[in-house]
């Protein structure tokens, strides 16, 4: 009896008698755990809930290594840290408080209706659920309004990159005839009409000017302060290990490996900040829309559109560049089969050259129950 009981283990991590490779992972010494677990990962087998909770209770840099494609740089996950302000924006409550007023103040619109949090609502992720917005006489825009709250991480704005920094961005709503239809300077020559208004700006900023500059500072200030705070998330990559549950560990050891998102999503805001090709460029159609080549003419950058953070992603939806995915469950479909497949038509003339597709996306092979997973885990960030 007693070499039965030493040779059990050895039987068990070569899978006989029913059991599954991972069977000697469960009791008995942390250490032998771990290595074993770590050995048949090594192997190509599929870790089960309790050596996932092994490799996972090891510090970030120790995690099983993602899967990354040849030439993607790429940052590993990790605690947001706080948002940095520029050195020529400095921020104080006064600016952020100002920004907030500003964000929701109709009379930056040239019908007095229409303010920012029109499309990016507190209730709503600083989103506005719906497909596309709309704007100026009821005119609807061609592209999702995304969530703002992460905007203060991002290194260029709107879905085609167009402004640099959020205080580039700040005024381009305000002038986009289908958005606000106004202009900055008429925009703060209404402000300064408002002697309330010159009283905050000369509090803030040290004058009463109201300079379209300032205006733009303030709102941006503000945009930064609405970065999330320390969430579930967060506090299990601080240490908390036991804080995800095991289908949402088996969803993170998905996104790191089979589903194939860290080659897009990583580092602390979970976005390379750089801009793909998925396939939802309508070339040559009515809803054509060519994105950041729209800006660069680059053919490279054809069809390409800025990878948005997924902080917050559960509660942004309708997703992608043009809403037109409803829920999780159908963007984890639309990335399962590989995106959007287009081809070229000789019997249609689209602006430029036919996008080429972005070689990152690729059928990936989840099955429903690795889906369920993989978006359970999403709804946790």
Known sequence: MRLLRIALPALLLCGVAGSTPWADARPG????????????????????????????????????????????????????????????????????????????????????????????????????????????????????????RMSGYATSLFWDGRAATLEDQALLPIADPKEMAFSADEATARLRSDADYRARFQEVFGDAQVTPAQLAQAIASFQRSLAPQRDRFDRFLGGGRTLLDDTELRGLHLFRTKARCMNCHNGPALTDNAFHNLGLHFHGRPREDLGRYEITGNPADSGAFRTPSLRGVARTAPYMHIGSLKTLDAVLLFYNVGGGKPRARDDVAGTGPFPQPDPLMQPLGLNAEERQALQAFLEVL
Not at 46 to 65: F, G, H, I, N, T
Not at 83 to 93: E, F, K, L, R
Not at 124 to 137: C, K, T
């Open 29 to 148: 010494r942390p250490a032998d755990t771990l290595a074993a677990c770590q050995r048949l990962l090594g192997q190509g087998v599929e870790p089960d809930a309790a050596c996932l909770r092994q490799l996972y209770a090891q510090p970030v840099a120790a995690w099983p290594a993602p899967q990354i494609d040849p030439g993607v740089r790429w940052n590993e996950l990790g605690v947001l840290p706080p948002v940095q302000h520029p050195a020529y924006n400095p921020t104080s409550p006064a600016k952020v408080a100002l920004g907030k007023r500003l964000f929701n103040e109709p009379a930056l619109s040239r019908s007095g209706q229409i303010a920012c949090a029109s499309c990016h609502e507190a209730d709503l992720e600083f989103a506005d659920g719906r497909r596309v917005s709309f704007g100026h006489d009821r005119q609807t825009g061609r592209r999702n309004a995304p969530s703002v």
